[in-house]
């Protein structure tokens, strides 16, 4: 137990420095001499965010943003930066389906996972983003010859995201846009998939707390 506390103790401790790498190269064409470099510095800390989205696949969850990393290329006296990091989302999905007279009520589950890019070269301010998303609703409404339950279901690789992150100290206020593009698997019961739009809009909100 005291070694597992020892251990647990170091990787805290290490877990608070970023590390960095620089790779330069040196090239020389009819006697000039061009000199251009990378350098990545690796952020360590961690960003848990409770959200919600709407309007029509709407979702309330938790969201967490990790691995990130500032790039500055430079070549001569010129550099730029930005910075990347990795997102996953995990949500309590809610949508409505349209049939004959009515709308029924549908709940079930979100996963996203994706990557942002910040245009400023920190974890902070306007940023564009995109998703691979998976998602399961499940529709137990009398509603159907024998009343069987259904199952809308899709998958997308093609979810841009266009937002910008305030941040207060440890807290970040995370206001996005963005659209969806599902694919669609055969709904399952009385789900047809008829009365659902491919492309889904979505605006949202994050708030969260930096570890």
Not at 22 to 47: C, L, P, Q, R
Not at 135 to 141: A, L, V
Request: a negative charge.
């Amino acid at each position: 137990m005291k070694r597992l506390l020892i251990l647990t103790g170091l990787f805290a401790f290490s877990a608070g420095f970023a590390q960095t790498t620089t790779t330069t190269t040196t090239t020389t064409i009819d006697g000039k001499t061009t000199t251009a470099s990378e350098t990545t510095v690796y952020d360590k800390k961690v960003t848990v965010s409770a959200f919600g989205s709407f309007p029509e696949l709407n979702q309330v969850g938790l969201s967490v943003e990790f691995l990130g990393n500032k790039k500055t290329k430079a070549m001569n006296d010129k550099s730029f930066s930005f910075y990347s990091s990795k997102i996953v989302n995990v949500a309590y999905g809610m949508m409505e389906y349209d049939i004959p007279g009515g709308e029924i009520d549908g709940k079930g589950f979100v996963v996203e996972i994706g990557q942002r890019t910040y245009f400023l070269g920190k974890n902070s301010g306007p940023y564009l983003g995109n998703y691979l998303s998976y998602g399961r609703i499940s529709f137990d409404d009398d509603f159907g010859p024998g009343a069987d339950d259904g199952t809308y279901s899709y998958f997308s690789l093609f979810s841009p995201e266009l937002g910008y992150k305030i941040k207060a100290g440890p807290v970040a206020i995370d206001p996005f846009i963005g659209v969806m593009w599902k694919l669609e698997i055969k709904g399952e019961g009385y789900i047809d998939n008829k009365n659902v739009d491919e492309w889904v809009p979505r605006i949202g909100l994050k708030i969260g707390y930096e570890f």
